[in-house]
């Protein structure tokens, strides 16, 4: 066979080059777009609010009164109960999955775990609304009222329904996501560190706390915060269970609403064009808070991983 | 001579693959055992046996006695954990642990273990850095990384970090496999200042290194224990032909 000239050789380099150069581009593109676009259509909403869109504490589109406080605050405190309770419980199924599952459960374990993430939303939403949203009225929150009552978070009416169930309903979607990314993250630790932390005399669990958890710290951070952008842009199974009603509250019992839930909520009946204008404005937020999140995050993700040498020169 | 470990007819597998042979070898009080052994005999595998750091990978399996002072570790009633304590390793490649600093990492089986009666972590990383001759070396820049050092000092920072728990025996896998020339002199030199204190098991691929260190040698060769005795005994005078040919570069 004759080999290619080394002119040609170039030239593919060249192609392939350009090719994923564009695919780079069209990729900023897009984001440069959508972002474009959210700031047009927003624009109505800018003119008449101004900052005070983000400041304002009362959504009513009967009245044509629109500040997105409550949408950012349900937003955040949703996706923070669901890291609450998510974030543990992930870190105990990985580390089951991947060191102290016997081999034989191992893998049909972590499939079934990998499955769920599959579930589509709306089927979690059904879900929450006839099994979750009643356990919690009738136990959950009469539980917590009785013991934690004198606490700002846990007073009130028990609707079921409201912000509890959103965060406790994300916190099971995002379960699986973490905990699958997590568990991968585990299994990459190298064998020599487990073996470094066993033959200075540390049991399995002083292993899996000393060497295998910080090794992979940076890693487990980065499933948290995949978890959380989900969390973040959840809208259909929210929507069904967070009450839909814009407001803060201290109590996590109280119905709340949050960005994505009321843009998929308002939008098919959205008529004059600053409520359209205001939706679209709100998903101007939500892609602004989305990104300073993820930024946030990588810097994280980085000084973790950096840390090493980061630190000890402080 | 005390004898600290004895393995008694001892056998490994990886599943079904025997790859320790009903291996019977004395370790010394205060001596340098070296195994030396064409590649894949079971050097690794059988030094891993003396601190049960064999059983740690799923589907291994052993038979037979190990005697550290006469008390058989494979007892059921003993804990490897408290074994693997009294019996330190060092291992072919340096594994400091990459998050902490190059004091946690000297100071990491401390926090297992507790400290000592009437010291302090300072005192014992202090100690155990002078004797690997790395105290100078990174006394200004002990809250770096134990990986900012090169890769000689790694291993040295290992085996400060084995040394901290105040191991009765050291085990060492090819410490210098992974080091350059001056590197492996330093340790070497290391090893043999340790054993006034420590009695000492090292596996080497290098003949010149086993003759240079070590003072008993044991010649293994597809699992079984062919020939152990003094150094100058396997080197000067093999009393088996396998062991000749070895030692004389005829094979492996
Ligand atoms: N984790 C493992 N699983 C299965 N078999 C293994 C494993 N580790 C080693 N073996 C096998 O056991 C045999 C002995 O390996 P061992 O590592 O003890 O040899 P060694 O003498 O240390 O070799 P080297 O000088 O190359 O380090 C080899 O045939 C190897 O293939
Ligand atoms: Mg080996």
């Given at each position: 066979m004759q080999k290619p000239s080394h002119q040609?050789?170039?030239?593919?380099?060249?192609?392939?080059?350009?090719?994923?150069?564009?695919?780079?581009?069209?990729?900023?593109?897009?984001?440069?777009?959508?972002?474009?676009?959210?700031?047009?259509?927003?624009?109505?909403?800018?003119?008449?609010?101004?900052?005070?869109?983000?400041?304002?504490?009362?959504?009513?589109?009967?009245?044509?009164?629109?500040?997105s406080l409550p949408l950012v605050y349900g937003t955040v405190v949703s996706s923070l109960i669901a890291l609450i309770i998510a974030v543990p419980l992930s870190l105990g199924i990985a580390i089951y999955l991947a060191?102290?599952?016997?081999?034989?459960?191992?893998?049909?374990?972590?499939?079934?775990?990998?499955?769920?993430?599959?579930?589509?939303?709306?089927?979690y939403g059904l879900w929450g609304i006839f099994v979750l949203v009643p356990w919690i009225r009738t136990s959950l929150e009469p539980f917590l009222h009785r013991f934690l009552g004198w606490l700002p978070f846990f007073q009130g009416t028990f609707?079921?329904?409201?912000?509890?169930?959103a965060g406790i309903i994300l916190a099971i979607m995002i379960t699986p996501t973490i905990s699958a990314v997590s568990r991968e993250v585990l299994l990459a630790v190298p064998v020599s560190q487990r073996e470094a932390?066993?033959?200075?005399?540390?049991?399995?669990?002083?292993?899996?706390?000393?060497?295998?958890l910080p090794y992979g710290r940076s890693g487990i951070l980065g499933a948290v915060i995949l978890g959380l952008g989900r969390a973040i842009g959840e809208t259909m199974a929210v929507t069904m269970v967070i009450g839909n009603r814009p407001q803060v509250s201290p109590s996590v019992f109280e119905l709340a609403q949050t960005i994505a839930s009321i843009i998929a909520n308002e939008f098919s009946e959205a008529f004059d064009d600053l409520h359209l204008s205001a939706l679209v404005m709100a998903g101007l937020v939500l892609f602004i808070v989305t990104l300073l999140l993820n930024i946030i995050a990588r810097l994280l993700v980085w000084r973790v991983a950096r840390a090493p040498e980061g630190m000890s020169r402080e | 001579m005390d004898?600290?470990?004895?393995?008694?007819?001892?056998?490994?597998?990886?599943?079904?693959?025997?790859?320790?042979?009903?291996?019977?070898?004395?370790?010394?009080a205060n001596q340098i055992t070296a195994i030396i052994g064409p590649s894949g005999c079971g050097k690794s595998t059988f030094i891993r046996c003396l601190n049960r750091m064999h059983e740690v990978i799923p589907g291994t399996r052993t038979r037979g006695r190990v005697l550290l002072d006469g008390e058989n570790i494979y007892a059921n009633r003993v804990d490897p954990v408290e074994i693997r304590r009294r019996v330190g390793m060092v291992f072919q490649k340096p594994n400091p642990f990459p998050t902490m600093s190059i004091f946690d990492n000297v100071a990491a089986g401390l926090r297992l273990h507790g400290l000592p009666p009437g010291t302090t972590a300072e005192e014992v990383v202090k100690r155990c850095l002078k004797m690997v001759g790395l105290w100078n070396e990174v006394k200004d820049r002990l809250r770096d990384s134990g990986v900012s050092l090169s890769g000689g000092q790694q291993?040295?920072?290992?085996?400060?970090?084995?040394?901290?728990?105040?191991?009765?025996?050291?085990?060492?896998?090819?410490?210098?496999?992974?080091?350059?020339?001056?590197?492996?002199?330093?340790?070497?030199?290391?090893?043999?200042?340790?054993?006034?204190?420590?009695?000492?098991?090292?596996?080497?691929?290098?003949?010149?290194?086993?003759?240079?260190?070590?003072?008993?040698?044991?010649?293994?060769?597809?699992?079984?224990?062919?020939?152990?005795?003094?150094?100058?005994?396997?080197?000067?005078?093999?009393?088996?032909?396998?062991?000749?040919?070895?030692?004389?570069?005829?094979?492996?």
């Open positions: 040609s050789r170039q030239w593919g380099d060249a192609v392939f080059r350009g090719l994923t150069l564009l695919a780079a581009l069209v990729m900023v593109g897009l984001i440069l777009v959508i972002a474009l676009q959210l700031i047009k259509g927003s624009q109505p909403a800018f003119a008449r609010f101004g900052l005070g869109f983000i400041t304002g504490s009362r959504w009513d589109p009967v009245h044509g009164d629109f500040g060191e102290l599952a016997p081999q034989r459960v191992r893998a049909p374990l972590s499939f079934l775990v990998e499955l769920l993430a599959a579930i589509p939303s709306v089927v609707y079921g329904f409201g912000m509890l169930a932390m066993l033959a200075l005399g540390a049991t399995r669990w002083e292993t899996i706390k000393m060497a295998v | 004898t600290r470990l004895m393995a008694e007819d001892f056998s490994a597998w990886y599943g079904q693959n025997q790859v320790v042979k009903n291996v019977t070898l004395p370790v010394f291993q040295r920072l290992c085996i400060a970090r084995a040394l901290a728990v105040e191991p009765e025996i050291l085990l060492m896998d090819e410490p210098c496999s992974a080091l350059d020339p001056v590197s492996t002199m330093k340790i070497e030199e290391l090893i043999k200042e340790l054993k006034e204190r420590y009695t000492i098991v090292i596996v080497t691929h290098s003949m010149h290194q086993a003759a240079r260190v070590a003072d008993y040698t044991a010649f293994f060769l597809n699992g079984q224990l062919i020939e152990f005795g003094p150094t100058s005994a396997i080197f000067t005078n093999p009393r088996d032909q396998r062991t000749e040919d070895y030692i004389t570069g005829r094979f492996g």
